[in-house]
Nanobody, 124 residues
Framework: QVQLVESGGGSVQAGGSLRLSCEAS????????MTWLRQAPGKEREGVAG???????RYANSVEGRFTISIDKARNTLYLQMNSLKPEDTAMYYC??????????????????WGQGTQVTVAS
């Protein structure tokens, strides 16, 4: 059974950067899709970045060009590098994996395993 543990959240000023980590234990075998999702108070959960075992990556329009998703298999870790952060990026961020898909996906439902979440707060 795959377990996911996020870290790296915190509070930053607008324009700043954070890198979120999601350690997988064990790292899933192909096929898999791994996605970073976020949920702000009063808002629906949304996918912001996804990566598939087929090598594809996808980003939500709101983060395209500012966020980068990557995997370091040597460290069994999924990352989300977040640059040029905005107050509207404030949310609880989760990593999740779909063990049936091989392509990058952003939909908020249908994941097999979720992490516990890490809070990101961006001050204006």
């Amino acid at each position: 059974q795959v377990q996911l543990v996020e870290s790296g959240g915190g509070s930053v000023q607008a324009g700043g950067s954070l890198r979120l980590s999601c350690e997988a234990s064990p790292f899933p075998r192909s096929p898999y899709a791994m996605t970073w999702l976020r949920q702000a108070p009063g808002k629906e959960r949304e996918g912001v970045a996804g990566i598939g075992s087929d090598g594809t990556a996808r980003y939500a329009n709101s983060v395209e060009g500012r966020f980068t998703i990557s995997i370091d298999k040597a460290r069994n870790t999924l990352y989300l590098q977040m640059n040029s952060l905005k107050p509207e990026d404030t949310a609880m961020y989760y990593c999740a994996t779909d063990l049936s898909a091989s392509w990058a996906r952003l939909g908020p439902l249908g994941y097999d395993v979720w992490g516990q979440g890490t809070q990101v707060t961006v001050a204006s």
